[in-house]
């Protein structure tokens, strides 16, 4: 599979499963359980028609677009002010949800503040908004060799808005594992090793023990092989990133995958934008359901920024 059809999966897919959760967006398990999502939907929680997606693509996308023109971090807090202030890259052209973390983020940029210091820095600030953006870092960054290059500008890009350790860390081991999807290596294998340049990286850095052992379920045991009990749909960085893991390691495609998060419920449109991610770039776009992928808000627009994005990446 070459770069673009792992591009357009990878960027399609996070835009798939934020809509197919958008409806039903803080719903219970129990509920899901009575009536499971099982095809693309409208209305319902947002009364958004079907295939609007939310600021999860939204983000994604100004940052695919960004990265288009190379890695300016102010032009990042910039596109992203422009998504909030004028609805720029909204599904619709509008805002209709935006985590309390990242609004706060970027009133500073909007005041004043440079995009190197608008982030939250509070350990409550640990919601999920910078990790269900950063999947466009993964396709800039596969040359990078330098582990801790990569690493400087996940923590850049995630501090636009959150900069607490613990969400950079979440970002930066999403970001690590998709690179050795990328790379073609199959998904357990993957996780196997990234396990090991992580554990490694962050012994070699000094991090902080204790943040560390808080991701032990992802790095120290197995994710895969927890029960769906132990398994969390909220809006924290830690549950969504333990979450889109577990969905993509216990499933065996596109779609059982982003159905999979979204029935977790709570907050489906993120674990399943994020989840989809995931399993957009390793099963490809034509592993997307076409009724989903062609219903999804400004697809010819998705599509052609795409395109832009991988004519970019294929100069270095």
Request: aromatic share 12%; glycine share 8%; with cysteine.
């Amino acid at each position: 599979m070459n770069l673009l059809e792992r591009l357009q999966g990878g960027i399609v897919g996070v835009a798939t499963g934020d809509a197919l959760g958008v409806p039903v967006e803080f719903s219970s398990r129990d509920r899901l359980k009575r009536n499971p999502v099982k095809d693309m939907m409208g209305y319902m929680c947002w009364n958004q028609p079907p295939g609007t997606w939310s600021d999860d693509t939204s983000l994604t996308l100004c940052l695919t677009e960004s990265l288009s023109n190379g890695y300016d971090i102010e032009n990042i807090g910039k596109t992203f002010v422009k998504w909030y202030q004028e609805g720029y890259w909204g599904a619709h052209f509008k805002v209709f949800d935006v985590g309390g973390t990242t609004k706060h983020s970027l009133a500073r940029i909007v005041n004043g503040e440079s995009a190197y210091f608008s982030g939250n820095l509070f350990e409550e600030d640990n919601g999920n908004g910078s990790l269900m953006r950063t999947l466009p870092l993964v396709y800039f960054l596969r040359t990078i060799k330098n582990i801790e290059e990569r690493y400087k500008i996940v923590k850049e890009v995630s501090s636009i808005t959150h900069g607490h350790f613990r969400a950079v860390l979440a970002c930066f081991i999403y970001v690590e594992y998709c690179l050795l999807l990328l790379k073609g290596i199959e998904k357990f294998q993957a996780y196997i090793q990234v396990k090991e340049m992580v554990n490694a990286f962050i012994k070699s850095e000094g991090f902080n023990e204790k943040e560390a052992n808080i991701f032990h379920k992802v790095l120290q045991k197995d994710i895969s092989k927890y029960d769906s009990e132990h398994i969390n749909g909220s809006g924290y960085v830690l549950h969504s990133l333990e979450t889109s893991l577990w969905c993509f390691l216990t499933t065996d495609s596109y779609e059982t995958c982003v159905l999979k998060a979204v029935n977790l419920g709570e907050d489906t449109d993120t674990t399943a934008a994020i989840a989809g991610g995931l399993a957009g770039l390793y099963y490809g776009f034509n592993a997307i359901p076409e009724t989903w992928k062609f219903q999804l808000a400004r697809y010819d627009d998705i599509y052609n920024l795409i395109d832009r994005f991988h004519e970019s990446l294929r100069d270095d």
